[in-house]
């Protein structure tokens, strides 16, 4: 592998929240009391099974707890990487629930839990605003609610919605990500409303973990087609922890397709390849390629240097030690993804950190 330089942003840290005890005190007394009357906890969306192996990586699990809840840990890998800034993602139930006013109170409260726990607690750490997209105009309203804080510097949604991301359903997200030049960090993962797979619900882990990357090209194609970039001209789409080798096999079959049918969707004028280009990234981990030939090859099929951006996927487990690059990377790219890529991906962090 490739050694990381010092003073890398890292676009993708994950914390959890413990327990329902983490959030009650960024509540109001009523939803404090219906909560705690009714005994609800939980509301993860673990992208792993908590205890798998590669859900941690043995130096970064705390000794109790969940993965990605002890900051100390969190601090010693900024620490052994030398990082200079890091985003802080956190998958939570609040996104999935079905109650559109639960949903709201759950993203209100873990987004004042982010700040008070964890960006109040290290001026590294920048995060990534929770909305409840089950209501458009709900999530638009946390977003103007959070943005006055400079600390968040994107708008994290799941891949796998209700419908699919660039329906105008979606659109006041969009609007109010715009109006404050926050990126979409599209993270990979379900509200769970349907089935991983197109044709059916898996029976296996492996399956559902493999289909994720179905929910990314369909999202991705549906930002495209539905016109999403061309109504919002300024918006960038992050897609987080989605890997990177299946993009250049969507952007072939997509561009064929679009040649032979893009007169049913005239607004969609430019090529998906010059779209995705302009308009998304993708962080590096999991990167998943097999080898340092292959990295190569993927790369030159994107054509797209300035696309790539450096991540740990913190806590979990895709490499040893401080080898968090895959091997294959030019050298020329590496200050690129650790750097140059992230400051000009995220306004927010160039203003601060330039």
């Not at 993203?107 to 008070?116: I, K």
């Not at 607690?121 to 943005?147: F, G, M, T, W």
């Not at 340092?292 to 806590?315: N, Q, S, Y």
């Amino acid at each position: 592998m490739t050694q990381l330089p010092p003073g890398s942003i890292d676009c993708d840290v994950h914390v959890a929240v413990s327990g329902m005890s983490d959030l009650l005190p960024h509540m109001s007394t009523a939803w404090r009391e219906l909560i705690t009357s009714r005994g609800t906890d939980g509301q993860d969306l673990a992208s792993y099974p908590t205890g798998a192996p590669i859900a941690c990586r043995p130096d970064w699990r705390p000794a109790g707890g969940k993965p990605g809840t002890d900051i100390a840990i969190l601090q010693r890998g900024l620490d052994t990487f030398g990082t200079r800034a890091a985003i802080v993602n956190c998958l939570h139930g609040g996104q999935a629930v079905h109650n559109e006013d639960l949903a709201r109170t759950l993203c209100q409260a873990v987004n004042d839990w982010l700040v008070e726990n964890w960006l109040d607690k290290d001026d590294r750490l920048r995060a990534s605003i929770v909305v409840p997209s089950q209501n458009p105009h709900y999530a638009a309203a946390e977003i103007e609610r959070c943005a006055a804080d400079r600390r968040f510097v994107q708008v994290q949604l799941l891949a796998s919605n209700e419908i699919m991301l660039g329906r105008r359903y979606y659109w006041p997200i969009y609007e109010a990500a715009a109006k404050h030049d926050l990126p979409i960090g599209i993270h990979a993962g379900s509200a769970f409303r349907h089935a991983p797979t197109s044709i059916g619900w898996p029976s296996h882990y492996t399956q559902d973990y493999v289909s994720h990357t179905m929910g990314l090209e369909s999202a991705l194609l549906s930002l495209m087609a539905e016109g999403v970039f061309n109504h919002f001209p300024t918006l960038r789409v992050v897609l987080t922890e989605s890997g990177v080798s299946w993009l250049p096999g969507f952007l072939w079959r997509a561009i064929k397709s679009w040649r032979g049918l893009r007169g049913e969707t005239p607004w969609f004028t430019r090529s998906p390849a010059e779209l995705v280009r302009e308009h998304v990234r993708l962080t590096i981990q999991p990167f998943d390629a097999p080898g340092a030939a292959e990295v190569e090859t993927i790369l030159r099929h994107i054509d797209g240097d300035h696309m790539l951006l450096f991540a740990t996927d913190f806590p979990h487990w895709h490499f040893e030690g401080t080898e968090a690059l895959p091997a294959g990377l030019p050298d020329a790219l590496i200050p690129k993804l650790t750097r140059d890529n992230p400051l000009s991906t995220y306004p927010r962090l160039q203003e601060s950190l330039s």
